[in-house]
């Protein structure tokens, strides 16, 4: 088990990547003083964000420091720690989508009949401060191998199992080798039509986009990409160059996105991010409203808001590059669009549709009452 926790953890200089990037440092940033000389975080919160440390695990990767355009922009905010993270109000749980309530095993969640999250590895490569995983993620690396062995009995005791989620912690983080045996496992089952992978590799460290890890993600069976991105500026070339590696592979990628208050819950900011995204070859899948993780108020927005965005981005973007908006309703109930509505019912009974710019029209079902 050591070995397999060493096995899964982040390279510190990865090989194969310019061992001293231009501008940039080399390592991931982890302590608050390293935030600080970076130059991203203020030296008069280093006490408190030591506390921050203490609660949640700190990680930017190299690739996303050069990401930074200047400290507190999009992409900073998402890595480096805050004393508002110490804020903890009364509305947010340790477990917010209740994946707890639906574990059968350790390391699997099984809350849709036919699919089931495996939660491969607790390592990522960044630490997101809104994780919604944060009182789990960062803490021990790889699923033990007994544990491992149990889910994966699991999935094949279980027919009405049609997918299998790979997520963590981030699963890309896990070896080439380690990852091939899983896929391996998995593409053995034979209820199984689609493996998915929920990873923010390919952006906030690319250089781990191997011809190696892109042979591990090989099988049998559908394997499908989301990949987690919230700001454009996150798209670097380098982000980019990844994600046509794992087209050229023959994956097809969606994306989910974080709605962020101050970092992306405006509908410029966010046209540009699907815009990038659909000129990667990527489709907008999720954007999710903020969980109800601990000490992640200051990055809550409203679902009004959120709203007013779909609607403007509607009027200015094409279906392929909108998401679903979504909530994971908190206890374990489930992940449902929150909208906005564009079919309402009229006083008489028959639908109104609104349409782009937001006038209302009437539509007759065929089976409704003339009106
Ligand atoms: C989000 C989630 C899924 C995947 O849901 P999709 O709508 O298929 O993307 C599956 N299981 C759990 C427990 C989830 O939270
Ligand atoms: S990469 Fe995903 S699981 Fe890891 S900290 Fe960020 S949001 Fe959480």
Redo the contacts with the bound molecule.
């Keep these: 088990m050591k070995d397999l926790i060493k096995d899964s953890a982040p390279t510190e200089a990865p090989q194969g990547q310019a061992a001293e990037p231009s501008g940039g440092q080399a390592r991931a940033l982890t302590t608050p003083a390293q935030f600080v000389a970076a130059g991203l975080a203020d030296p008069v919160d280093a006490a408190a964000l030591g506390q921050v440390a203490a609660e949640f695990k700190l990680r930017m990767s190299p690739e996303m420091a050069r990401a930074v355009a200047a400290p507190g922009d999009g992409v900073a905010r998402q890595f480096v720690p805050e004393v508002a993270e110490l804020t903890i109000r009364p509305e947010e749980l340790a477990d917010p989508?209740g994946?707890d309530a639906?574990a059968p095993v350790p390391g699997l969640?099984?809350?849709?009949p036919d699919?089931?999250?495996l939660h491969a590895t607790k390592t990522c490569e960044v630490y997101c401060r809104f994780c919604f995983r944060r009182e789990v993620v960062g803490e021990e690396g790889a699923l033990p191998e007994a544990e491992m062995a149990a889910a994966l009995d699991y999935v094949a005791a279980t027919p009405a199992v049609r997918?299998v989620?790979l997520t963590g912690g981030d699963p890309l983080t896990l070896s080439p080798r380690r990852l091939a045996s899983v896929m391996a496992r998995l593409g053995a089952i034979p209820h199984l039509d689609v493996i998915?992978f929920h990873t923010r590799v390919p952006v906030v460290a690319p250089e781990k986009v191997t011809p190696d890890l892109l042979a591990a993600m090989e099988s049998d069976k559908a394997v499908w990409l989301?990949v987690h991105t919230n700001h454009a500026q996150e798209l670097t070339e380098a982000a980019q160059a990844a994600l046509r590696r794992l087209v050229a592979a023959g994956i097809p990628l969606l994306s989910q996105t974080v709605l962020l208050r101050g970092i992306n819950d405006d509908p410029d900011t966010l046209e540009a991010l699907f815009r990038a995204l659909i000129r990667a070859k990527v489709k907008p899948?999720?954007l999710h409203h903020c969980d109800l993780a601990k000490g992640t108020g200051h990055f809550r927005t409203t679902i009004a808001r959120g709203q007013a965005i779909m609607t403007a981005l509607r009027a200015r973007l094409s279906g392929m590059a909108l998401p679903a908006y979504?909530l994971?309703i908190p206890g374990?109930y489930?992940?449902v669009p929150i909208g906005p509505d564009y079919l309402l019912r009229a006083a008489d009974g028959l639908w109104q549709v609104r349409d782009p710019k937001g006038d209302l029209h009437r539509y007759a079902d065929p089976s409704a009452p003339l009106g």
């Design positions: 989508i994946d639906h969640t099984h809350r849709y699919r089931v999250i997918e989620i998915r989301v899948y999720y979504v994971d374990g489930g992940k």
